[in-house]
């Protein structure tokens, strides 16, 4: 395979000497092609695709992320903040964009500003108080604004209560400042709970069909999330909103459930890797690292990894995780040992003496998922999700893009017959 790469400077000032250790973080933009075109296959060519791409795309940079998906037979790209819709609006994004938080006025002049004159920017709307803000926005510009109303059925965040839909809809139908484009609810428990995932939308379900004369058909229903859309089919409606998926993560949480085994084929489009700085031996009964946690049974080989919880590596995983580390063309698994301190983490070289030495690279999170190192597996170790576990990687740490060349799409059928999406009225 054909390989460039892009190297992203750190976002934040950084000494020369932590560039010369290559700590960085690998994101391969071409899996992440082929993730979405798995994504494709498992609901089809007719429920559309909204890739959620907030805080900063995960960590994995936002702007170079919605770049590449600008390519690729996405619909909407979603974000929580202003800020964020600015980001992807200053790199010339031509994807509509939602934004999810509540908002009541965007800054003007500005790309955002544009971008809501041009009917780009969507938004959700949370209550009737907000949707009555969102007209006179739009009133005030003197455009029509593209809105997605929430409805609140278990997971009690964001989002109108369900007593309160019908006046919202109403309310939408008498004005033309707002144009319903999403009618949707969010799961609470999708990557855990079946039951209560469906009861969450045979709630949603109901309310469509109570509600139905007041939705347009050109209204777009949508629930799932990359763990609903795995699950089944019914979860698709017209669109769903995918965060996770895209990143290739997902199935190895539902792996003992019932699943879309056609999601078994995403694919880890990030790798961590650093170098080892220094070695040393120990004695048996010698303790490493902050609170004399571990202690050596044997003599012990120690390697010094310059990453620490300040990159995002975290203190849960001291004792418990272990590394990859290259000796040659080959990779072995070494055991992290002791407290992560704040910039360093050390493991234990051992088994692998004398063929790993200073300067032999390490990685702290791998792309396979049989290895100890798969970021769901270090997550699982830390008691965190995924995505935690991906939000908290430091943006000191270098972003290496990789693989930028476009895989040909391939779209097929989904591998489950299409549901309707929408409950026929007084159903």
Not at 269 to 286: A, M
Request: glycine letters at 8%; hydrophobic letters at 45%.
């Amino acid at each position: 395979m054909y390989d460039t790469s892009e190297r992203i400077p750190p976002r934040l000032t950084q000494p020369k000497a932590h560039l010369s250790i290559a700590s960085e973080i690998q994101v391969d933009l071409q899996r992440l092609a082929l993730n979405v075109g798995v994504i494709r296959r498992l609901i089809g060519r007719e429920v559309e695709l909204c890739c959620v791409i907030k805080a900063d795309a995960y960590g994995l940079g936002a702007g170079r992320i919605a770049r590449w998906m600008d390519h690729l037979p996405i619909d909407l790209l979603a974000v929580y903040t202003l800020d964020q819709a600015e980001q992807l609006c200053k790199a010339n994004i031509a994807k509509p964009i939602l934004v999810l938080m509540p908002i009541h006025d965007v800054p003007r002049p500005g790309p955002v500003y544009r971008a809501v004159v041009s009917g780009r920017m969507h938004f959700v709307v949370h209550d009737l108080a907000h949707l009555n803000h969102l007209i006179a926005l739009a009133d005030s510009i003197g455009c029509r604004l593209p809105i997605h109303i929430e409805v609140d059925t278990g997971m009690s965040r964001g989002g109108a209560n369900v007593a309160d839909v019908r006046e919202m809809l109403e309310r939408v139908a008498g004005t033309r400042a707002v144009e319903l484009h999403g009618f949707f609810t969010h799961f609470s428990s999708a990557e855990s709970d079946d039951r209560a995932t469906s009861a969450q939308l045979a709630a949603f379900n109901a309310l469509v069909a109570e509600l139905g004369p007041l939705i347009p058909e050109s209204c777009r229903l949508h629930a799932a999330s990359t763990h609903a859309m795995l699950r089944d089919p019914k979860y698709h409606l017209d669109m769903v909103r995918i965060g996770l998926g895209w990143t290739g993560f997902g199935p190895e949480v539902l792996r003992n459930e019932v699943h879309l085994a056609a999601g078994d084929a995403l694919q880890p489009i990030v790798t961590w890797t650093s170098r080892l700085v220094h070695t040393k031996w120990i004695e048996p009964g010698t303790t490493v690292g902050y609170g004399r946690m571990w202690a050596a049974a044997r003599r012990t080989r120690v390697g010094l990894v310059p990453v620490g919880y300040a990159d995002g590596y975290p203190v849960a995983l001291s004792n418990k995780a272990v590394v990859r580390v290259r000796v040659g063309t080959a990779w072995h698994e070494a055991p992290v040992i002791g407290r992560v301190s704040m910039d360093q983490l050390t493991i234990d070289l051992t088994d692998l003496a004398p063929a790993a030495g200073v300067g032999a690279v390490v990685e702290l999170i791998g792309a396979d998922p049989a290895a100890g190192n798969h970021l769901p597996t270090l997550a699982a170790l830390a008691n965190l999700q995924p995505y935690m576990l991906l939000c908290g990687l430091s943006p000191r740490i270098s972003r290496v893009y990789r693989n930028q060349i476009m895989p040909k799409p391939q779209v097929e059928a989904p591998s489950q017959p299409a549901q309707s999406a929408r409950p026929a009225a007084g159903a």
